[in-house]
């Protein structure tokens, strides 16, 4: 794909649709707390006041910060403001680009599918806020963004070695960890089973002793801690030597 100086600057923003979902939820929580601030008479006048402003400064501080967060790709460099912190990436500091699944999407109903990411030299991953399946079409902005940046980036530009080393190891952290937790949540059933097992099967005392409560808490964090250990070990042998 050509792109040229009509390409930039581009910024991604939170959609109208999610400002007025935010809004929606921030009044909907923010009612069933000031109502019985407010009924409630050994309170004073004052501390009534103070916690409603309180509340309401913020909530509107909370959607303020929502509608000022973006992704801006511009001449020099990506940027990123969040709620509280700022980052910028320079063309020629970009490693990699990807879209990636979003995990957020196993637990939440409502949060987009696949993200966009990039990375530094310094291995970190820099996710870039809006530019995803709820937002954009997602191919299309990754294909422009990824065009700029092949054009930005300096002819002179090249690989970083000791970046890709750097990326394949937080990409084991971030594998190794996702297998961890879907693991400690499947172990929840058979440890349940195992700490009932006392309530069926005669079992000598120390182990009707041990299945409960000690089978809810070493089993789900031991499956946890071996499923990460074993994944993050199997996942560094791919990636490259310094």
């Given at each position: 794909m050509d792109v040229g100086p009509e390409n930039v600057p581009r910024e991604y923003r939170i959609?109208?649709?999610q400002v007025r979902a935010l809004v929606t939820a921030s009044v909907g929580g923010a009612i069933p707390v000031l109502i019985p601030l407010?009924?409630?008479?050994?309170?004073?006048?004052l501390a009534r006041t103070v916690c409603s402003i309180l509340l309401v400064t913020l909530l509107t501080w909370l959607i303020w910060s929502a509608r000022r967060c973006a992704t801006t790709a511009d001449i020099k460099a990506l940027r990123v403001r969040g709620v509280l912190l700022r980052r910028n990436l320079a063309w020629e500091d970009v490693q990699e680009m990807r879209i990636e699944?979003?995990?957020g999407a196993l637990t939440q109903s409502n949060a987009p599918s696949v993200v966009v990411c990039a990375y530094g030299r310094d291995g970190r991953r820099l996710l870039l806020p809006y530019i995803d399946d709820h937002h954009v079409n997602v191919e299309r902005e990754f294909?422009?963004?990824?065009?700029?940046?092949f054009r930005l980036r300096g002819s002179d530009w090249a690989p970083d070695p000791a970046a890709a080393v750097l990326i394949g190891r937080s990409d084991a952290r971030q594998s190794a960890l996702g297998c961890?937790?879907?693991?400690m949540f499947l172990s929840i059933i058979p440890v349940t089973l195992i700490a009932l097992l006392p309530l069926f099967v005669d079992m000598p005392e120390?182990?009707?002793t041990l299945a409960w409560p000690w089978a809810f808490l070493i089993g789900p964090p031991a499956v946890f801690l071996l499923t990460m250990f074993t994944v993050y070990r199997r996942s560094l042998r791919r990636v490259p030597p310094r």
């Amino acid at each position: 794909m050509d792109v040229g100086p009509e390409n930039v600057p581009r910024e991604y923003r939170i959609s109208r649709a999610q400002v007025r979902a935010l809004v929606t939820a921030s009044v909907g929580g923010a009612i069933p707390v000031l109502i019985p601030l407010w009924v409630l008479d050994d309170l004073p006048l004052l501390a009534r006041t103070v916690c409603s402003i309180l509340l309401v400064t913020l909530l509107t501080w909370l959607i303020w910060s929502a509608r000022r967060c973006a992704t801006t790709a511009d001449i020099k460099a990506l940027r990123v403001r969040g709620v509280l912190l700022r980052r910028n990436l320079a063309w020629e500091d970009v490693q990699e680009m990807r879209i990636e699944p979003n995990p957020g999407a196993l637990t939440q109903s409502n949060a987009p599918s696949v993200v966009v990411c990039a990375y530094g030299r310094d291995g970190r991953r820099l996710l870039l806020p809006y530019i995803d399946d709820h937002h954009v079409n997602v191919e299309r902005e990754f294909a422009t963004l990824q065009a700029i940046w092949f054009r930005l980036r300096g002819s002179d530009w090249a690989p970083d070695p000791a970046a890709a080393v750097l990326i394949g190891r937080s990409d084991a952290r971030q594998s190794a960890l996702g297998c961890g937790i879907g693991a400690m949540f499947l172990s929840i059933i058979p440890v349940t089973l195992i700490a009932l097992l006392p309530l069926f099967v005669d079992m000598p005392e120390i182990l009707s002793t041990l299945a409960w409560p000690w089978a809810f808490l070493i089993g789900p964090p031991a499956v946890f801690l071996l499923t990460m250990f074993t994944v993050y070990r199997r996942s560094l042998r791919r990636v490259p030597p310094r």
